[in-house]
């Protein structure tokens, strides 16, 4: 099976300030957001990786191509093609192994993912001066209340207070992640896909956290090819790669359409 060298880059800026709410509980805060060595913000790599197979996932079952249904693992991908229902997609011909594209791509609890994350750290946006930089404070308390679902007041004793990345922290987080994808089989169109779909990341969405700027079109690139010569993947690739993946693995009652060309 010969493989790709796929690379994401990531360079986003926030419109709300993110919340990866895995950071220890303090004596200010009773979750705090993750930070590095530093002491600076980060959005974790398995973060990002639990996101972008979400929207992996969603464009899939858009685009009609099967997947797997995690996160149990035996609703997951080999099992995922041994049951004899009757929406069971076919599994690829002459692949060896029964996965399906996103599994191939993020891994499954028999599969290793051939992508590794880095975390997403953050730096200061062009123009602030280091000096500026240093002496920001980063982070950020946010008193939130708990709401009694039934009773739609406030729920006693729910005052609850979490350290998130500052508002308007003039930062750009940057980050990516890279692997060698099986090749000829859109796996790099659907991540390129999921990648364009993510509009927010973290925890806190009810209240509005995380939100990606995503009006910036350098925010993300997809570059794909030999090791050490990828190529950025634009518009044109993304389509072709899509219909491929439609054609690799979608499933054989779609009548209409597949048979354009
Ligand atoms: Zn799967």
Redesign the pocket.
Known sequence: MSRVHAVIHWSVHFLSPPFIGAGPTTADADRATVLDAAGDPIIPGSSVKGRLRHHCERIARALKVA??EGPQADM??PH?YFRSSEDAPTPVAGYEHF??P??LIFG?PWLASPLHFSDWSCAAEVGVDSDTWQALEKTALRTGIGMNRYTRTVQEQRLFVTRTVAPALPAVFKGRAQGFLPADLGLEALLYAGALDICRIGGGNSRGLGWIDRADDNSLRVSVGEKGSEQPMDRDALGAGLEKLQEVFGTQNSSDGGDAE
């Open positions: 997947c797997c997951m991908c995922y996965f399906c996103v599994c499954s």
